[in-house]
């Protein structure tokens, strides 16, 4: 291990250090971008004004474009579908914008794709992608003479759950026969359970203690370096989340066994009722598809916990990210926290779980659950632990909204 990984590894494990510490303690502060991450912790114009989906929809696109977003992308799973939502404003008609939605992790439309960690597909998916739509398209709109190539699907999206392509017409609320996905509120209920039916009680909630000197880990250690030799970090979105879900300071709530398909396509939504005993807080939501106890065509997947979607908020950002506000302790107040869309089918069999937690480290750095002017150089002494309580009841309902997608509006959507 080189002295500057020593140096990384034991500021990231010292309790109450900062992200500006961290840059001063392993030498980042002397490289200007490091200089202006922390001067501009929130999303002000230096980032606004870089904004690359911004630029796009302030210049309509003129040319035939492919965008491709992976469902797995551990690096950048917002840059494709920002940038679609910006383009295809302009094309109603669907001549110039297309999207591809791809099971892979970041770059793997290039590599092979037969598989993501664990998961395996029943084709190399990857290649079908190069083969059958990326060639295609470069012909049609590149070559002369090639212009009798079919025009490829609006989008084409990858069901993670029942292992197919999608043709469709939109993204991300249609599909080919003209249907609409719908918005379906999963409730968190008594007894750690999910349901569609709303809860009645007077007042309900559950709690846990946030302490930034144990923050819940991304993943299970050992944590590798990216580029580290044995590293996984491509697959990590894929990882088991069984580990996570008897810690004390995580909050998970299931379903009963499904009974039928339940296809999601969109975005979807958590809508937190949630109160800190701190003056600021993180919230991180997770949905997750719970395999069966025993898989027989791949027994290493019985129980498993399959992340689908996952996202974080850091609380004085929750009405504007570009303006930081300290949240009033005690108080319940209303968090909507929009998760990376999603092309997922739960399977009969599967369950449904929701994961709530404040800390997701060391992906996201620890929030001393204080509120500071600028969170990179909060001090030791001002990281606390904090009472967190999720209210579950008929006035303040926490739930997650699917983008659900009727069962008989797929049967034609098939890809070939």
């Known amino acids: 291990m080189s002295d500057w990984q020593e140096r990384l590894s034991e500021a990231m494990t010292a309790r109450g250090i900062s992200g500006g510490e961290l840059g001063r303690r392993t030498g980042a502060d002397q490289l200007p971008f490091w200089s202006l991450l922390t001067q501009h912790p929130a999303y002000d114009d230096f980032w606004r004004l870089q904004a690359v989906d911004r630029v796009l929809r302030e210049h309509p696109n003129t040319v035939p474009t492919l965008l491709v977003h992976s469902l797995y992308d551990q690096e950048d799973i917002y840059g494709a579908l920002a940038a679609y939502k910006a383009l295809e404003s302009s094309d109603p008609t669907h001549e110039r914008v297309f999207l591809v939605i791809g ?5 793997q439309s290039n590599l092979m794709g037969t598989r993501l960690g664990p998961l395996q597909w029943g084709a190399d998916t990857a290649r079908y992608f190069r083969e059958r739509v990326l060639q295609p398209f470069l012909d049609r709109y590149l070559k002369i003479g090639a212009a009798a190539i079919s025009k490829p699907a609006p989008v084409l999206a990858f069901d993670t759950g029942r292992d197919e392509w999608q043709r469709l017409e939109s993204w991300p609320v249609s599909c080919k026969t003209g249907c609409v996905a719908r918005s379906k509120r999963l409730y968190l209920q008594a007894d750690h359970h999910l349901g569609f039916a709303a809860p009645s009680a007077d007042v309900a909630y559950d709690e846990y203690i946030s302490d930034m000197a144990k923050p819940v880990p991304y993943r299970m250690r050992p944590i590798r370096p990216p580029l580290s030799t044995g590293s996984t970090w491509r697959y990590w979105l ?9 810690r004390p300071d995580v909050l998970s709530y299931t379903t009963d066994v499904l ?3 339940l296809t ?14 701190g003056t600021d807080a993180d919230w991180v939501v997770k949905l997750i598809d719970v395999y069966p106890d025993e898989v027989a065509s791949q027994p ?5 916990q399959l992340i689908v979607a996952a996202e974080i908020l850091r609380a004085r950002y929750r009405d504007n990210p570009s303006e930081p506000q300290p949240v009033p302790a005690g108080k319940v107040l209303s968090y909507r926290i929009p998760l990376p869309p999603v092309s997922h089918t739960f399977l009969p069999g599967h369950r449904v779980m929701v994961q709530v937690q404040s800390s997701w480290f060391p992906l996201y750095d ?3 659950q204080t509120f500071v002017p600028n969170i990179f150089w909060a001090r030791p002494e001002q990281y606390r632990k904090a009472t967190q309580r999720i209210y579950r009841d008929a006035e303040a309902a926490s739930a997650i909204e699917l983008p659900v997608v009727p069962e008989d509006a797929l049967k034609t959507a098939a890809a070939p």
């Open 103 to 107: 099971p892979w992790h970041h770059g």
């Open 300 to 304: 290493e997947l019985g129980g498993y």
């Open 264 to 277: 999601l396509a969109g975005e979807p939504i958590a809508a937190l009722q949630a109160s800190t005993s």
């Open 238 to 246: 894929a990882d088991d989340q069984r580990p996570f879900s008897d």
């Open 366 to 368: 620890r929030n001393p």
């Open 259 to 261: 009974k039928e398909p």
